[in-house]
């Protein structure tokens, strides 16, 4: 099946479900929330790190070629055994070397990527932007390929955003579970 790409929304205007909207909007850190609502403990579940081709959507929003690789990291956060979100971060090669030394990327292993970004006052977060995920998504995909397990007639919901340290960016993309309670 070909793969497709998502339609990004700035999150401000777009029209959200109600339990997912407070959760897609919210400029403030997923993993202190997932933290503060969550029933269980709350981890990050480390799935993959390292350098290959970025996603068409990921080049064309950070501005990178389509062939050049990028570094990927892709984690799981859950509530104790439970999935709640797939995580992808994507840093393109020029800002690697840069970030790499200021929030050791390349090392956090099982350890939040939220928790840095949100404590230094060197970093900034661009605007959100939310969309819709179905199967042949390729994040949708990606999700599934993580193990999450999801009917191809579920709705995922993702947001990403851009964060800025000096000249160098990297792209965080959360997608929020189908089939969990996000109301709280």
């Given amino acids: 099946m070909m793969k497709s790409q998502a339609h990004w929304h700035p999150a401000a205007t777009a029209k959200l479900p109600n339990e997912l909207a407070g959760w897609l909007t ?12 969550g029933q269980q403990q709350f981890s990050v579940d480390l799935q993959q790190s390292g350098w290959q081709k970025p996603l068409t959507e990921e080049a064309l929003k950070l501005e990178q070629p389509l062939h050049e690789h990028v570094y990927c990291r892709e984690v799981i956060l859950r509530d104790g055994d439970e999935a709640r979100v797939f995580a992808r971060t994507i840093v393109p090669r020029v800002s690697y070397q840069a970030l790499q030394a200021h929030l050791h990327i390349h090392h956090l292993g099982n350890r939040s990527l939220g928790e840095i970004l949100f404590t230094d006052p060197a970093i900034k977060r661009g605007s959100l932007e939310v969309a819709s995920l179905r199967a042949g998504h390729s994040l949708f995909e990606l999700a599934k390929q993580s193990g999450i397990e999801m009917d191809d007639s579920a709705i995922m919901w993702a947001r990403r955003s851009c964060f800025y340290f000096a000249d160098n960016s990297l792209l965080v993309c959360e997608m929020f579970l189908p089939h969990q309670d996000w109301s709280k």
């Fill in 26 to 37: 919210d400029k403030g850190s997923l993993t202190l929330r997932l933290q503060q609502t």
